[in-house]
């Protein structure tokens, strides 16, 4: 059996009625050099079903829910292409995805994780890209460092990543215990050792509503369990940032989360993150400040 350049993996759960029009989308793409592995979550509803009847050959595989990070790994594991590609199980991918990816990746062999915008779509949702146009068209093919991940948010999604799969396998693939923030962990450790590069081309549609979109730039804010790993597992990507930036980065995280907890009553809370982000950055009066100012207890 022929080796596919390309493996892309799909997580899914629950998601039956919507993962055909996915399955399109990766179908449409202008090369064909790939496979499609569905690693299925738990799903208890016909996900099987669908999959099996909308071609054969997609290779399908049902594990217990553990989560989306532990599906991806286990489709890179099934996977047998040279690169990975992801796609959410509700997303759609533009027809020149693969091959914009592709292009970038063989065009630089040093580039380990290449990826590309995203326009975000639903019922209700005005047309808005991830990356700015400005901005993307200024990234375009340039190198993505560990310093600027750490400030700026330009990955929609696994959904716009194809990444080699010896670089995934190096790194043991996504940290299954940080929490929704696996893959922004994963891009940081990997920016820490080989080169990531942005392509200015909306690749993707992502499906969002009003709420979950709100919903994915709180948990991009306050999220600090994928950070504090970092700092306490992976010295070399503190490194790569810089100890003074990491803190500094850090401390803003603690103390806005300090703020929301104090917005919602629970000063206990609050006076612990605002004691975290002094401790992280002693340089912000404002940090000690807040620490000083708030209750000792809910």
Same mark, same amino acid.
């Given at each position: 059996?022929?080796?596919?350049? $390309?493996? $892309?993996?799909?997580?899914? %759960? ?24 569905? /690693?299925? &979550? !738990? ?8 999959? *099996? ?62 990826? &590309? ?7 209700? /949702? ?10 993307? *068209? ?34 043991? !693939? ?7 923030? &696996? ?16 392509? &200015?081309?909306? !690749? ?15 948990? @991009? ?15 070399? $990507? ?17 103390? @806005?989360?300090?703020?929301? %907890? ?13 004691? @975290? ?7 912000? $009066? ?13």
């Amino acid at each position: 059996m022929k080796t596919p350049l $390309v493996s $892309v993996v799909i997580p899914t %759960y629950n998601n039956a009625a919507l993962l055909p029009e996915t399955l399109d989308g990766v179908q449409r793409q202008t090369i064909k050099d790939f496979e499609i592995i569905v /690693v299925d &979550d !738990g799903s208890l509803d016909d996900t099987a079903q669908v999959v *099996k009847s909308y071609d054969p050959s997609i290779v399908y595989f049902h594990q217990t829910n553990r989560g989306q990070a532990a599906a991806r790994n286990k489709g890179v594991a099934l996977a047998r292409g040279e690169y990975i590609a992801f796609c959410d199980h509700d997303d759609v991918w533009h027809e020149p995805h693969l091959e914009t990816l592709m292009d970038c990746l063989t065009s630089y062999p040093e580039t380990a994780m290449a990826f &590309d915008n995203a326009e975000y779509f639903g019922d209700g /949702v005005a047309r808005r890209l991830c990356v700015d146009p400005r901005l993307s *068209k200024s990234l375009n093919r340039e190198k993505i460092s560990a310093r600027f991940l750490i400030w700026k948010y330009p990955v929609a999604s696994m959904s716009v990543v194809a990444v080699r799969r010896d670089c995934f396998q190096k790194l043991h !693939g996504l940290r299954e215990t940080v929490g929704v923030m &696996d893959d922004y962990h994963f891009y940081l450790r990997l920016a820490a050792r080989w080169t990531l590069r942005y392509v &200015d081309f909306v !690749g993707c549609r992502k499906r969002v509503s009003e709420s979950s979109l709100s919903r994915l730039v709180n948990l @991009k804010e306050m999220n600090l369990a994928y950070l504090e790993d970092i700092r306490d597992r992976h010295p070399e $990507v503190v490194q790569k940032i810089g100890s003074f930036n990491f803190r500094l980065r850090l401390a803003r995280k603690y103390f @806005k989360l300090g703020r929301h %907890y104090a917005q919602y009553n629970q000063s206990g809370m609050a006076k612990d993150m605002y004691w @975290k982000a002094f401790h992280a950055n002693p340089l912000n $009066v404002r940090y000690f400040a807040c620490y000083l100012a708030a209750p000792r207890s809910d």
